[in-house]
């Protein structure tokens, strides 16, 4: 015995199918992109799938600073680097809009707020000393 919502929903898909007319295509099929489109798919050199976060970020990264070179590498650093310091490298990098070549300018900013972490580490080590 049925239940009374797969009645209703049979009712329902009944009506809709009767109402529709036999030469017009269904919204959903006519606008069906699912075939190309793919978000878990890398495009590039490497061909590969998104399964991880930092993988979708790093690929993100190469796009956005129109490095698909080397999006390997922008998805190492996603992987090992803070979040933090990528971000601000990037705003940094938006910011300047007539850049020549973006991705330099994201790895000197990226290397020096490195180099300022760094030094903010060593300055309370040597305060938590004394």
Do not use: C, H
Not at 57 to 69: P, R, V
Not at 72 to 80: G, H, L, N, Q, V
């Amino acid at each position: 015995m049925e239940s009374i919502g797969n009645i209703i929903n049979d009712l329902k898909k009944k009506v809709s199918d009767d109402n529709k007319r036999k030469d017009e295509k269904d919204q959903e099929e006519l606008f069906d992109t699912s075939e190309y489109v793919n978000s878990k798919y890398i495009s590039g050199k490497k061909k590969g799938y998104v399964t991880k976060e930092y993988q979708s970020y790093g690929a993100w990264l190469a796009n956005a600073l129109n490095d698909k070179e080397r999006m390997s590498m922008y998805i190492k650093w996603a992987k090992e680097k803070p979040r933090s310091v990528l971000e601000s490298a990037y705003r940094f990098t938006a910011d300047y809009p007539d850049a020549r070549d973006k991705s330099r300018l994201f790895m000197w900013k990226v290397k020096e707020l490195e180099e300022q972490t760094e030094n903010k580490k060593g300055k309370v080590k040597e305060t938590d000393a004394s």
